[in-house]
């Protein structure tokens, strides 16, 4: 059995912000990191595409309110930054 991989310790690095916003951020990365495992087998952030971040964006935040989008976006956007990605998404 595999360890579970650890989202607080990757982003340590790069959360700021209030004590409320870096939960939020964690909240949202791991269930980002457990949609992104059920659809590719990808538990790992390092093994992620562009490609993987984009279909969570379009795909399954679809029916959400722009503000839940907005969110997700800023958090994914904070993912990118730690994996050293110059990856761009749209709002």
Do not use: C
């Not at 409320?20 to 790992?44: G, P, V």
């Not at 679809?62 to 904070?78: D, M, N, P, Q």
């Amino acid at each position: 059995m595999s360890k579970r991989f650890d989202m607080e310790l990757f982003l340590a690095g790069v959360l700021t912000g209030s004590h409320a916003t870096r939960q939020r951020h964690l909240r949202q990365a791991a269930f980002i990191q457990s949609e992104i495992a059920k659809r590719w087998q990808r538990a790992n952030p390092w093994a992620w595409q562009r490609k993987h971040l984009v279909w969570f964006l379009e795909h399954f935040l679809t029916g959400r309110s722009e503000a839940t989008r907005y969110y997700y976006l800023l958090t994914i956007r904070l993912l990118a930054r730690r994996l050293e990605r110059s990856w761009v998404f749209k709002r």
